[in-house]
Nanobody, 114 residues
Framework: QVQVRESGPGLLRPSQTLSLTCTVSGDNIATSNYNWHWIRQSPGKGLEWMGAMHYDGSAGINPSLKSRTSIFRDTSKDQLTLRLSSVTPEDTAVYYC??????WGQGTQVTVSS
């Protein structure tokens, strides 16, 4: 059974860089035929697609976030990393990792506050 689990710092100050890890079990991200997405949901707002690591190792990023966002993968650990630089309180959200938009993690809360 495939599972994904997000982990991260929880609380950041404005201007810091957010780094989140998605740990995958039950699948091998190096050989998986699925894309792995990062999605977030801010308080009172809908889901926002941030980007994805494609099965071929390339990454796609939401154009509105492209200047601040990068996505990496570590195939030796079956982990994906999301980095978001220069965070502001508007980046406060629950961040999700998902395989193919079908298998979702429980999400991790990130709060940006001074």
């Amino acid at each position: 059974q495939v599972q994904v689990r997000e982990s991260g710092p929880g609380l950041l100050r404005p201007s810091q860089t957010l780094s989140l890890t998605c740990t995958v079990s039950g699948d091998n991200i190096a050989t998986s035929n699925y894309n792995w997405h990062w999605i977030r949901q801010s308080p009172g707002k809908g889901l926002e697609w941030m980007g994805a690591m494609h099965y071929d190792g390339s990454a796609g990023i939401n154009p509105s976030l492209k200047s601040r966002t990068s996505i990496f993968r570590d195939t030796s650990k079956d982990q994906l990393t999301l980095r978001l630089s220069s965070v502001t309180p508007e980046d406060t959200a629950v961040y999700y990792c998902t395989r193919g938009l079908v298998v979702w993690g429980q999400g991790t809360q990130v709060t940006v506050s001074s």
